[in-house]
């Protein structure tokens, strides 16, 4: 142990470091300055299934841990947390995107789609949805939030997709049950319903 490191030292430091980032809040609120030059705004906006809403977000806070941690949409589902399996897929601007690689901040002014927001306002389910259904798509169903959300994304690109279209506009997404072909099936099979 190092004599000279003493409990009550230790406190004095703790109350010093704690005195020194007070006073420096103090400095930037008293020139006029919310936060210091290059800070990050913590209390932001974002534009989720067409409401503006107002959540507290950390510099390095993922879409996807806010979505599901802030906002209570725990549909898009973390899976590997680094943008290989799918499962927290999110349509930004309507072009489908992995929620867990995409800072939250990044995308304070476009429109997040998740699964919650397909619903229709008196209840009936997106044609994917039903679709998925009809071809009894989900097995597990962890990866199926992601397939919906890639799949609406593409019928929104691509309302008449070919097979090989469907094939491709799902390959970022993992079904660890390998229900592939019932999904590519539900796929075709919304695109007919239109």
């Not at 974002?46 to 949409?73: C, F, H, M």
Request: hydrophobic share 30%; aromatic share 4%; charged share 20%.
């Amino acid at each position: 142990m190092n004599p000279k490191l003493t409990r009550r030292r230790f406190i004095k430091g703790v109350i010093a470091s704690g005195v020194a980032v007070s006073s420096t809040s103090l400095w930037y609120s008293a020139r006029g300055q919310s936060r210091p030059p290059g800070a990050v705004e913590r209390m932001i906006r974002i534009n989720v299934n067409g409401q503006t809403r107002t959540v507290d977000v950390a510099p390095n806070e993922t879409l996807a841990s806010t979505l599901r941690y802030k906002l209570s949409l725990t549909g898009t589902k973390l899976g590997c947390n680094r943008g290989e399996c799918g499962a927290c897929t999110v349509l930004i601007d309507d072009v489908p995107n992995y929620a867990c690689s995409i800072l939250t901040h990044s995308v304070k002014d476009q429109r997040i789609e998740t699964v919650e927001g397909l619903e229709s306002p008196n209840g009936d389910l997106h044609p994917v949805q039903q679709a998925f259904i009809e071809e009894l798509s989900p097995q597990c169903g962890y990866c199926t939030p992601g397939q919906i959300m890639s799949a609406v994304g593409l019928l929104r690109a691509n309302p008449n997709p070919t097979r090989d279209d469907v094939r491709h506009g799902l390959s970022g997404n993992i079904c660890r049950c390998g229900a592939y072909e019932s999904y590519i099936r539900g796929v075709l099979r919304a695109a007919e319903i239109g």
